[in-house]
């Protein structure tokens, strides 16, 4: 029933690899399904009272919204006025639903790029089931329809920017691409030209343009991704003179730089400012706005840089006042992960931010005042949060979060995780998993591994490449922990994590089965031997490592987990999970990952959705099945 030549499951829309993946799939879904909990998930998913997050455009506050009478979703506008007043009246711009029947499409929303200043017009980004391909389309935002001959890409993973209603800036498939698999050049088009002006090299990762619209300081950037942590910077054709591992954003009259590692007297992951003028001109006086804290992320509004930091995966935001850099602390709510979700420094210097906990639902506030709040659709009684440090094989202290009701004893226990990419894991809401987990008296837990980005680029730095092992070290570390502490048996713990997380949980799956109960492993990486070469797998190897250099493809060898999956070490039962339609992890490192662990005589399930992308799921409806039928397969296996 499983049996299948491997090579045919690279094939991601072959007949074959299909038939057998989606028969496996319906047994799947056929031993693990919970209706009940499903449509509870759902319903929560499609709510009317979830927080419809805004961004301002001019005059206009705009949303994207999905809910049971648009399940593909609805791209819509309102006033602030009507926002902030009683029940806001939306106007409907876009109906993605009617769309996709009138096109005959699988069409996923995957955002609108408006026309500064005037923001009349609109760039619409569409996605076939979900991939991060997309067709855009120019749209008619004041008459609310696609302009006929109006600008059109073809489907490709394109960046695109507008210079003026009549000229874009964009990098998209020319016939030659990178060969990770993104734009290789850049062109000016004009509504009858279109105007190479940039052209990058085949090793890079991708190339990409933006056009700055700061009044006085119109220009155009370009940005050649050397890999994924090395670039080179271009403003209006000069390239700037720095380390090409420095994070650098030209904004108005001031050049920001945040180095990965020390230059200019600005150490690593410090941020940092000068005048641009000054710094083309041979000056490098930088100002160090931040460096007693993880930079997490900066923006801009009209007259201020706003700044999100880490401390101990605790989040602070400060904004300085530009030029004269004199600083204050916003405003969030105590005891949760807050992150800016909206600012327009074209309209003025409102702060729009979010914030939430593991059992907190979202607040949203406008320059410290609360205008929306969600509640939560499960029962939060009794439930806290503890953070707890393990201590890694080197001797490195690991945070991690735990959320549950401590007064219950030993308990089924999941542990998320991703550890790579300078991604920071940060305490966050979820009716799904509180639903289906918390409530039924079960942990939840968070660790922050290195090869994330809570504590800086070192953070990072430490696990890349040949140090690769640490990642599965921390990882260790903090079940151990769990069970040391005694809040759970090893038996008790199931794992999940999905992307790199899904690398992260195969590869613990072959390393320490003895650690968990059970593992589910999402949209994964597992066949690092040749994930350079599957869709866009060579943008990674800054992160992991060549497996064509032979010291780091030994150690990719020794860790990568279709390589190293055993027949004579028992594993406990795995899940194993993709989206046909992910174009940027190639759906075979799952498939042939679960069909490794069944001819390896080990206790595995596999479920492969049809459209999804990278995220493994399209809609709400989506999101449902697959979160229900996930947690009915830990139930089963973690008791």
Known sequence: MREIEPSLLDDIFGAPALQWANKWSEETERKFSDPVLKERIRASLDADDRIPYVRRRGNHLYNFWRDAEHPRGVWRRTTLESYCGGETTWEVLVDVDKLAALD????????????????????????????????????????????????????????????????????????????????????????????????????????????????????????????????????????????????????GAHLFIQPRTACFGVGAGALAVIELQAFLDGSREFTVLESNATVEHFTFTQNYVVVTCLVDVA??????????????????????AANVVAVSPLDGDETWIAASSFTTPPTLLRDGEVIKQSPAHFDTVGLETRQHWATSADGTRIPYFITGDFSLGKRPTLVGGYGGFEVSLTPGFSNARGMAWLEKGRFFVQP???????????????????????????????????????????????????????????????????????????????????????????????????????????????WSPLHNISRERKYPPALVTTSTRDDRVHPAHARTFALALHEAGQSVDYFENTAGGHAGAADNEQVARVEAMIFAWLKHHIT
Not at 473 to 496: K, N, S, T
């Open 104 to 251: 005959g499409e699988d069409w996923v929303w995957k955002g609108a790029t408006l026309l500064p200043v005037s923001w009349d017009r609109a760039l619409v980004h569409l996605s076939r089931g979900g991939a991060d391909a997309v067709e855009i389309r120019e749209f008619d935002v004041k008459n609310g329809r696609f302009f006929d001959g109006g600008f059109v890409i073809p489907e490709a993973k394109t960046s695109v920017s507008w210079v003026d209603r009549d000229t874009l800036l964009v990098a998209t498939d020319d016939g030659e691409l990178t060969d990770s698999g993104y734009p290789m050049r850049i062109s000016r088009w004009t509504r009858n030209q279109k105007t190479p002006i940039f052209s990058g090299e085949r090793s890079d990762v991708a190339v990409s343009a933006h056009f700055e619209h700061t009044p006085g300081y119109e220009r155009t950037v370009i940005v050649r991704a050397l890999d994924f942590y090395n670039a080179k910077l271009w403003v209006d054709g000069i390239e700037l003179d720095l380390p090409t591992d420095c994070e650098a954003v030209p904004h």
């Open 315 to 336: 989040t602070r935001i400060s904004r300085f006042a530009l030029g004269t850099w004199e600083r204050e602390e916003l405003a969030v709510p105590e005891n949760a």
């Open 448 to 558: 922050n591994l290195r090869g994330g980005g809570e504590f800086g680029p070192e953070w990072h730095t430490q696990v890349v490449k040949t140090n690769r092992h640490k990642v599965w070290e921390d990882h260790r570390a903090v079940l151990e922990d769990i069970v040391a502490r005694g809040y759970a048996a090893p038996e008790q713990i199931g794992i999940r994590g999905g992307s790199n997380g899904g690398l992260l949980t195969s590869g613990a799956l072959t390393q320490y089965p003895e650690c968990f109960g059970a593992a589910v492993i999402q949209v994964p990486l597992t066949d690092m031997l040749r994930y350079h070469t599957l869709s866009a797998g060579a943008s990674w190897m800054a992160e992991y490592g060549d497996p064509d250099n032979p010291e780091e493809r030994a150690a990719i060898e020794s």
